[in-house]
């Protein structure tokens, strides 16, 4: 059975939606709330001592990549960037996963599907091609 365009075009637009919606809460933590962002870089990255002005800068960062995801610019490398960030996350996170049902671990697990959607939007990057600026 085929899927036609139409289908797959709205598809992955829900996609890029959903998973820009995601990374920018996360995004937007390292503004509005720095101390949460940086024991989250030491808990999971092992990464101590980040100040408010490496989030701001991080968030910074990040929030470039983000916009141009969303708007389909610079596909093989914002769609890639972001597959990466979030796998780094998702990665990062092996502790939860091996106590699924210690505190609020199991949420963790909502992690792998947004893993595989970010790897379905990247490998079919060139077929997204709904309300995107670059073509």
């Known amino acids: 059975m085929e899927m036609r365009k139409a ?13 820009f919606l995601v990374m920018l809460v996360w995004t937007l933590d390292k503004f509005m709330n ?15 001592g980040m100040e408010s002005m490496a989030m ?7 929030f470039v990549i983000l916009l141009g995801f969303v708007a389909g610019l610079y596909k093989k490398q914002t769609y890639g960037l972001v597959l990466l ?7 990062s996170s092996y502790k939860q996963y091996l106590a ?3 505190g609020a671990n199991i949420l963790f697990f909502a992690a792998w599907p947004m893993l595989a959607a970010c790897l379905a939007l990247y490998l079919l990057r060139d ?5 995107v600026l670059g073509r």
């Open 7 to 19: 289908e797959l075009e709205w598809s992955l637009l829900a996609l890029r939606l959903t998973i």
């Open 34 to 48: 720095p101390g949460h962002a940086a024991k989250v870089y030491e808990n999971f990255y092992f990464i101590g």
């Open 56 to 62: 701001f800068v991080i968030g910074l960062v990040e």
């Open 85 to 91: 960030l979030h796998a780094i996350s998702t990665l």
């Open 100 to 102: 699924p049902y210690d």
């Open 127 to 131: 077929y997204d091609t709904k309300f």
